[in-house]
């Protein structure tokens, strides 16, 4: 430990640190960063603390951004809840296998986790795990074992808390895990928090208590969860009203606003999901399931573009036009002009220019000089890339009869 935080004295000075007149910059935070961790490592050593005369010094280390004002407002703000822990890596751990499954050995930074026993209970309103697990630190070889039990509801308030202390030959798991097996959904959840005070102290972490990223990550999975709630029951009012808007339809009158909304919903998340399973399978099949709902689309008047779509789609057309320059062949070629059909089909076009411009110079570069020469199967390919220029109504004959003077006119 001791030579750990000594190298961490050497890192805290790193030069460009010290080359810019902002201590909220990236240099100068990363410079905090290793020296909190100089800090930290003081401590356990069972060194004097030196945060109190730290921050005093940075207090007088001047922002030029009000809203951070001073080197100390860095610290307590960035660099504090960056700094990595054996609490915070179990509050970590625990969180991830209340929500996703978790090999057995599984690393944190610099940490190795490993699990040693593990039970959980899921109920209608809560889930409840509780476990025991082997915190090491591969740089100083630290080690503790853990017993912890984590809590997450999601409502009506959404709460999440670890409790955690030092696992010990006193600390009987089956006692634990009997413990959580009497939390019904008709306990209260106060039942749950004097346990917690009771068996481990009071103390718990929550989401403050993870990293940033992590919280996130957890947060994202949280809301995906939610948001695909959303899409079942919106699926399920436009099936419903099906016949409904169809009579709309048949009528010619408009859809009212707030029911529009739930088919313009629907139609688009069919498409971004459509296009999502395109993006990892890369079969030009799929695409053809996109048909109905394109129908449903024109016959009520719904575009199914919305800004996160019209991203994606740009992204596999450029990716798929990467892939033909690399992969030079006819069935390359044919996936992308289904491709470009679907898109234009579905209304995207703010991918259209730069597929335009660079189509146009394929044809220019390779297809042009070689297509009054060319037979079998390097023709097939050839025609297929017009055919795919025309797709983008790209005036081939015209640009070819261009070419073709301009050749002469060289010759």
């Known amino acids: 430990k001791l030579l750990e935080m000594q190298r961490h004295v050497q890192l805290m000075h790193t030069s460009c640190g010290w080359f810019f007149s902002e201590i909220s910059g990236i240099e100068a935070v990363q410079n905090l960063r290793y020296a909190a961790r100089v800090l930290q490592l003081a401590r356990e050593v069972d060194g004097p603390d030196f945060e109190k005369d730290f921050l005093m010094r940075l207090n007088q280390a001047p922002s030029n ?50 699990r040693i026993a593990l039970s959980e209970k899921v109920t209608i309103t809560r889930k409840m795990i509780a476990g ?19 809590v997450y509801v999601p409502y009506p308030k959404l709460t999440l808390r670890v409790y955690a202390k ?18 019904h959904d008709v306990v209260p959840f106060r039942a749950i928090e004097q346990f917690g005070e009771e068996h481990f102290g009071g103390q ?33 009012i436009f099936k419903e009203f099906l016949p409904v808007l169809e009579e709309f339809h048949a009528l010619g009158e408009k859809l009212p606003a707030h029911v529009r909304g739930a088919v313009e919903f629907v139609i688009r998340e069919e498409a971004g999901n459509l296009m999502k399973r395109y993006a990892e399978d890369r079969d030009p099949e799929i695409l053809s399931g996109a048909k109905p709902f394109l129908a ?25 036009f990467g892939r033909l320059c690399q992969d030079w062949t006819l069935e390359q070629c044919e996936r992308l002009i289904v491709l470009v059909e679907f898109a234009a089909q579905a209304g995207f ?12 110079s394929l044809l220019v570069e390779k297809v042009y000089p070689r297509l009054r020469d060319a037979a079998g199967a390097e023709l097939r390919l050839l025609e297929a890339v017009v055919k795919l220029a025309e797709s983008l109504n790209i005036n081939v004959k015209a ?10 006119g060289a010759t």
């Open 65 to 114: 951004l009000a809203e951070i004002a001073n080197g100390r407002n860095v610290y307590t703000r960035i660099v504090l809840p960056s700094v990595v822990t054996s609490n915070r890596v179990l509050a970590h751990s625990a969180m991830d296998l209340l929500f996703k499954p978790v090999p057995e050995v599984s690393h944190f930074y610099s940490y190795r986790v490993r």
């Open 132 to 150: 025991r697990i082997r915190i090491t630190n591969l740089v100083t070889e630290d080690q503790s074992e853990e017993v912890f039990f984590a």
């Open 166 to 183: 030092k696992a010990g030959a006193e600390d009987d798991l089956e006692a634990l895990r009997a413990k959580i097996d009497t939390f």
């Open 204 to 236: 718990y972490m929550t989401f403050k208590d993870l990293f940033a990223d992590e919280r996130e990550k957890i947060l994202s999975t949280l809301l995906r969860e939610k948001f695909e709630k959303l899409t079942r029951s919106y699926k399920l």
């Open 296 to 320: 449903q689309a024109r016959r009520y008047q719904i575009g199914v573009i919305s800004p996160e779509n019209e991203h994606l789609i740009a992204a596999i057309l450029l990716d798929e």
């Open 349 to 360: 076009s703010d991918w259209r220019y730069r597929m335009e411009n660079q189509v146009f």
């Open 399 to 408: 640009s070819l009869k261009v070419f073709e003077e301009s050749r002469a």
